[in-house]
């Protein structure tokens, strides 16, 4: 059986309730208002992915986003806090851009076939965000439940790479009002959006929430290992920090 491992976040405080970093062999979802520091801390861990470190030596990572809000350049100051070479964290970092949920799909079969190939090379697979296309392309009145059973094939397709080639996977969700997904919306109008199969489908779930400036809040819910517990940290220059 292979070991899992964590990757750290660029936060002690964040590293510690979430017992060392996020682990491997599972699927970690941040989910937070807009500006909340999940498209950071997806940058933080290209970098902290790389870092050289105990039962670690470093690895790729693959990066799909939805979003376009990924910055390379962004990268190069993180990677200078930890005294690694920018351009060789850049190389490590295989993006690709998804444009419609079917694409998200077939990126993640490449991603799959890509890890295949090079055994123990790739050690995260980042997906920002998991939800944002299928909420798109499934945006009409009736057509939540086939959202829904896309979304469980995706995700399942996402925990199987988890396991197979024991990577970390970080996956960001937004929040707001979801009609029909299973959740008390009337009472606490703002939810992550995906419903019960999100979140059944991650094994911890860190809410993002602002504090005060650059400082965030996350709270960490469902770990498998790890009490419920919160962690403030900062958005910094240099990535998610202390
Ligand atoms: P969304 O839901 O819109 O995708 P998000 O949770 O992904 O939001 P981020 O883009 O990760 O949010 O975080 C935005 C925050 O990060 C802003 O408050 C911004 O001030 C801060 N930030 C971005 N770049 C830097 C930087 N170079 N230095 C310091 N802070 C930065
Ligand atoms: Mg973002």
Redesign the pocket.
């Known amino acids: 059986r292979k070991a899992c491992f964590r990757i750290p976040t660029g936060s002690s405080e964040l590293d510690r309730v979430l017992g060392g970093g996020i682990e491997s062999m599972a699927i970690t979802e ?1 989910f ?12 933080t861990l290209c970098v902290t992915t790389q870092m050289p470190g105990i039962g670690h030596s470093g690895g790729k990572v693959a990066y799909i986003d939805t ?1 376009n ?1 990924f ?1 390379p350049d ?1 990268l190069r ?1 993180i990677a200078a806090r930890f005294n690694l070479d920018a351009d060789a964290i850049l190389q490590n970092v295989v993006y690709a851009r998804a444009f419609t949920s079917e694409h998200q799909m077939e990126l993640l079969d490449l991603v799959a076939a890509q890890f295949y190939s090079e055994p123990g090379v790739f050690k995260i697979l980042i997906i ?2 998991i939800i944002g296309l299928f909420r798109v392309d499934y945006s009409g009145r009736g057509e939540l439940s086939e959202r829904q059973q896309k979304l469980a094939q995706m995700l399942s397709k996402v925990q199987k790479i988890s396991e197979e080639y024991n990577v970390v996977v970080y996956i ?1 969700n ?2 707001t009002a979801d009609p029909g997904a299973g959740m008390t919306f009337q009472i606490d109008p703002k939810k992550p959006v995906g419903g019960n199969i999100l979140a059944h489908a991650s094994q911890t779930r860190i809410m ?1 929430r ?1 504090g005060r400036g ?1 400082l965030r809040v996350a709270k960490i819910y469902d770990s498998p290992d790890m009490p419920e517990s919160e962690a403030t940290f900062a ?4 990535g998610i920090n202390d």
Do not use: N, W
Request: no cysteine; aromatic share 4%.
């Open positions: 941040v937070g208002e807009f500006r909340t520091g999940k498209t950071q801390l997806a940058h979003e809000t910055r962004r100051p920002d965000s960001t937004q929040m993002l602002k650059e958005i910094t220059e240099a």
